[in-house]
């Protein structure tokens, strides 16, 4: 069963750091599209990063994403973060490519949340 799960959310302060992780089980992360995306109340699902084997793709400025292909695991980096960041931030993969469109993608992890707050 192919599933992924997201960790590593939590409560931040403007200006500081988070590493967010995917973990990927039932399949191989390398061999697919893996896609960052975010969500904030009432607003659309928004691609930030994307990687498959031929590299790394960052939509957004302070966002940064990696592998670790031992780990079968993939990063989001988020650093500087803003309140405006805040957000549930979900993993997703499709086969080979990157998009930065939600639709593209066909299996998605439950999500974890960020919030950036003083």
């Known amino acids: 069963q192919l599933q992924l799960v997201e960790s590593g959310g939590g409560l931040v302060q403007p200006g500081g750091s988070l590493r967010l992780s995917c973990a990927g089980s039932?399949?191989?992360?390398?061999?697919?599209?893996i896609g960052w995306f975010r969500q904030a109340p009432g607003k659309e699902r928004e691609g930030v990063s994307c990687?498959?084997?031929g590299g790394a793709i960052n939509y957004a400025d302070r966002f940064t994403i990696s592998r670790d292909k031992a780990k079968n695991t993939v990063y989001l980096q988020i650093n500087s973060l803003k309140p405006e960041d805040t957000a549930v931030y979900f993993c997703a993969s499709r086969r080979y490519y990157c998009s930065r469109f939600a639709a593209d993608y066909n299996y998605w992890g439950q999500g974890t949340q960020v919030t950036v707050s003083s």
């Open positions: 990687i498959n084997s």
């Open positions: 039932g399949f191989m992360l390398h061999n697919y599209g």
